[in-house]
């Protein structure tokens, strides 16, 4: 079964592991996993930014027709 990803819980994660990288609360042996996780979330959100834009242009293209 495969998670259903939330574009705002995502950024939500991705904020709250910056708030620990920048804190005492990131130990250097989670550092890597963190950053990783991040770049994974930044990237669905990137994606589905995209589908989100190009979704939005062919609806006011359509206007057009």
Known sequence: M???FNYDEALREVQDIISQLESADCTIDSL???????VNLLKQCKATLTTTDQKIKQLL????D
Do not use: G, V, Y
């Open 2 to 4: 495969t998670e259903q």
């Open 32 to 38: 890597s996993s963190k950053i990783e996780r991040a």
């Open 61 to 64: 293209d359509s206007l057009n």
